[in-house]
């Protein structure tokens, strides 16, 4: 098998209310991988049509994911950030895998099911065809290691099956320019951690989503204080006190949900934070939930609050990451030009 440069590919959409799960799902665990690895960072703003056509927030939205990335402490210097728009091989990736990508593989994407609800007839083409442009993010780059939460792993094995086919349909004309056997990686999914999936506040049993209608069910990473005391004394939980094992927590999705967002703040396993609160009330635990998130969270909102008083910085710091971006980006569109047969003058 061709050996591929480890590298690390990520994305945020910048359609408002970033929340508690996508911080511990994701951009904590970007944080964390720029300590050994080549990192990509991506503000994927055409990904955001597909929520809602004309966004007039749009500009300020992209421009708050990307304070909250240097918030959280990516460092722009030694990775890529940049926002996906400014970079045109996304989409002209993307076209090559509409090609790719069969009706049938992406009619069985949950997400789409869910987003497009009854009337798939009006849901736009680019909600159907979405992770064809998810692939072409990540394989643009040929990315080795996409850290993402629980929700986007359906969409990751459509990118493996897509850099699949492409190696084999064209694995001749992959040879015949000197790529060896494959020209894509099969990506892996970095997925895992107490929060790879963190619940709503509301109702254990529904993903904490920037989409859901009460404010109470998320922590936003803009929250002060008062509201994160708030929303996690009004959490939803069951009459009984914690478990001392996580065995204990089977069945008790709201239990297991605030123990997972405890252990994944602390950096800490579940079953520590139970040898710790194993037999107390919710009350006590959410106390000290309460503390340790303002503890954490309280210095990444200020942040991006001072971040995004000065938009022009983070329009520098975006414009610098594209160029790097498009420098990389350039070299695999020249390639797959080149297997695809597209005559080149
Ligand atoms: P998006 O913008 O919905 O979410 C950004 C990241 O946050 C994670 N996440 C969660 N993790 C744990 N618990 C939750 N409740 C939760 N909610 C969201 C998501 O899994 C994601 O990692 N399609 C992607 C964006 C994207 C992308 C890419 C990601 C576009 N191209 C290429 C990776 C590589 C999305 O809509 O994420």
New binding site residues.
């Given amino acids: 098998m061709t050996d591929f440069k480890e590298r690390v590919?990520?994305?945020?959409?910048p359609?408002g209310n970033l929340h508690l799960?996508?911080y511990?799902?994701?951009i904590k665990r970007f944080v964390e991988l720029q300590e050994s690895r080549d990192c990509i960072y991506?503000v994927?703003d055409m990904?955001a049509l597909t929520a809602q056509l004309y966004q007039p927030d749009l500009p300020a939205q992209t421009r708050e994911v990307t304070a909250a990335f240097l918030a959280c402490g990516i460092d722009p210097a030694r990775n890529i950030v940049f926002n996906q728009s400014q970079v045109s091989g996304h989409a002209e990736l993307a076209w090559i895998f509409n090609c790719v990508a069969r009706m049938g593989w992406l009619g069985r994407m949950t997400q789409f099911k869910e987003k497009a609800g009854k009337d798939r007839e009006n849901a736009s083409v680019g909600l159907f065809a979405y992770p064809n442009l998810?692939a072409a993010?990540?394989l643009l780059y040929r990315a080795t290691h996409?850290p993402?939460?629980?929700?986007?792993k359906q969409?990751l094995e459509l990118t493996r099956d897509i850099a699949q086919k492409f190696n084999v349909d064209f694995a001749e004309a992959i040879a015949g320019h000197g790529h060896g056997e494959a020209y894509f990686p099969l990506t892996e999914p970095l997925i895992g951690g107490p929060?790879?999936?963190?619940?709503s506040l509301r109702d254990g049993s529904k993903?904490?989503?920037k989409s859901d209608p009460s404010d109470y069910s998320r922590i936003n990473l803009t929250d002060d204080a008062d509201t994160i005391a708030q929303k996690v004394r009004k959490a939803k939980t069951d009459a009984e006190p914690l478990p001392s094992e996580a065995a204990g927590l089977a069945k008790r999705p709201e239990a297991e949900n605030l123990v997972g967002i405890y252990a994944a703040l602390s950096n800490r396993e579940p079953a520590e934070v139970l040898g710790e609160f194993g037999g107390s009330q919710f009350s006590a635990f959410k106390g000290a939930l309460v503390d340790l998130a303002v503890d954490r969270l309280g210095p990444i909102g200020a942040e991006m609050k001072r971040l995004q008083a000065d938009p022009a910085h983070i329009d520098r710091v975006l414009a610098e990451g594209s160029e790097r971006a498009a420098a990389i980006a350039a070299e695999t569109i020249v390639a797959v030009k080149d297997i695809v047969g597209f005559v080149r003058h």
């Fill in positions: 590919f990520s994305g945020v959409q359609t799960g996508n511990l799902g994701a991506c994927v990904h998810m993010d990540i996409v993402v939460g629980e929700d986007q969409h929060a790879a999936r963190v619940m993903k904490m989503s």
